[in-house]
């Protein structure tokens, strides 16, 4: 799958969303597209760290994401909302995220399906008020997800810059309606890119256990087959998404395999939580 079908839409569904992340210290930006089909609305949602000030804000929208002065396609990224701006090149890759067992999303059995492309990098700028930040080639993702309805319950971390190159990772961690039953149904999965070998671990089959709090919490996968590979998040600075939603993208993460560290992201971490 390319990234231009990646982001392409899914009008059946009631609920969709398109959005993409970078940390270009001492700028981090969360941006999101959200379509509402059952009521006809259409919403900008800008999240940004910068040393002055902590923000999210909203804006309806007259059109979708792909049309009008707020944009996101495969290749490029304009916008503004309020005092933020940007305007990004994108190198999209190869690499992308389907972590959807056949025929689930078909069917459409679960809330939301989800793709996404982990290494994505971003050049042009970033501008908040008077100042303005210029990216040359800085590490981001950029995902798209859509269903019936949100999860009502997540954890979700992101990061691809490390203490070491060349490592990535992606998790989530969720409870999930049936064919819009709220019978809240286990689920996960986990991307790990480190060096050249990747992983994507789905549960089931695999276990996935979250324990503590979005200011510290520990995601642990177990899989059969090998050692567990486990997440140690440290949060701050998260920001109201509204919907239940928090989120933040200068947390600390740890990854493990077994015993060894594998690596280390401090401050660069997207960490989001959606509570019951």
Same mark, same amino acid.
């Given at each position: 799958?390319?990234? &231009?079908?990646?982001?392409?839409? =899914?009008?059946?569904?009631?609920?969709?969303?398109?959005?993409?992340?970078?940390? #270009? @210290?001492?700028? !981090?930006?969360?941006?999101?597209?959200?379509?509402?089909?059952?009521?006809?609305?259409?919403?900008?949602?800008?999240?940004? =760290? #910068?040393?002055? %000030?902590?923000?999210?804000?909203?804006?309806?929208?007259? +059109?979708?994401?792909?049309?009008?002065?707020?944009?996101?396609? !495969?290749?490029?990224? /304009?916008?503004? *909302?309020?005092?933020?701006?940007?305007?990004?090149?994108?190198?999209?890759?190869?690499?992308?995220?389907?972590?959807?067992?056949?025929?689930?999303? *078909?069917?459409?059995? &679960?809330?939301?399906?989800?793709?996404?492309?982990?290494?994505?990098?971003?050049?042009?700028?970033?501008?908040?008020?008077?100042?303005?930040?210029? *990216?040359?080639?800085?590490?981001?993702?950029? +995902? =798209?997800?859509?269903?019936?309805?949100?999860?009502?319950?997540?954890?979700?971390? +992101? !990061?691809?810059?490390?203490?070491?190159?060349?490592?990535?990772?992606?998790?989530?961690?969720?409870?999930? $309606?049936?064919?819009?039953?709220?019978?809240?149904?286990?689920?996960?999965?986990?991307?790990?890119?480190?060096?050249?070998? %990747?992983?994507? /671990? *789905?549960?089931?089959? #695999?276990?996935?256990?979250?324990?503590?709090?979005?200011?510290?919490? @520990?995601?642990?996968?177990?899989?059969?087959? #090998?050692?567990?590979?486990?997440?140690?998040?440290? $949060?701050?600075?998260?920001?109201?998404?509204?919907?239940?939603?928090?989120?933040?993208?200068?947390?600390?993460?740890?990854?493990?395999? $077994?015993?060894?560290?594998?690596?280390?992201?401090? $401050? &660069?971490?997207?960490?989001?939580?959606?509570?019951?």
């Amino acid at each position: 799958m390319s990234t &231009t079908a990646m982001l392409q839409p =899914h009008p059946l569904a009631a609920l969709e969303y398109w959005f993409f992340k970078v940390n #270009a @210290e001492p700028v !981090a930006l969360l941006v999101d597209w959200i379509a509402r089909r059952r009521m006809h609305e259409h919403w900008l949602r800008v999240s940004i =760290h #910068a040393p002055d %000030r902590r923000a999210v804000l909203f804006d309806k929208q007259a +059109s979708p994401m792909s049309q009008g002065q707020n944009f996101l396609t !495969a290749d490029r990224t /304009v916008g503004q *909302l309020g005092e933020v701006a940007w305007e990004l090149d994108i190198e999209r890759g190869t690499e992308w995220i389907d972590p959807n067992i056949f025929p689930v999303s *078909l069917l459409r059995i &679960t809330d939301l399906s989800l793709v996404s492309a982990p290494l994505v990098v971003f050049t042009g700028w970033v501008r908040y008020g008077e100042q303005q930040i210029n *990216l040359q080639r800085a590490p981001g993702m950029i +995902s =798209h997800y859509w269903g019936r309805q949100l999860s009502p319950e997540w954890w979700w971390v +992101s !990061a691809n810059q490390f203490d070491r190159e060349d490592i990535a990772v992606e998790c989530t961690v969720l409870r999930s $309606g049936l064919w819009g039953i709220p019978v809240r149904l286990p689920l996960a999965y986990l991307y790990l890119r480190e060096t050249a070998q %990747r992983e994507l /671990v *789905l549960s089931p089959p #695999a276990i996935a256990r979250v324990t503590g709090s979005p200011e510290k919490f @520990e995601i642990q996968i177990r899989r059969f087959w #090998a050692e567990p590979i486990t997440l140690k998040a440290a $949060g701050r600075d998260y920001g109201d998404l509204g919907d239940g939603i928090i989120n933040t993208l200068v947390g600390d993460l740890e990854i493990l395999k $077994g015993g060894r560290l594998v690596a280390r992201a401090k $401050g &660069t971490a997207g960490l989001e939580r959606r509570a019951p």
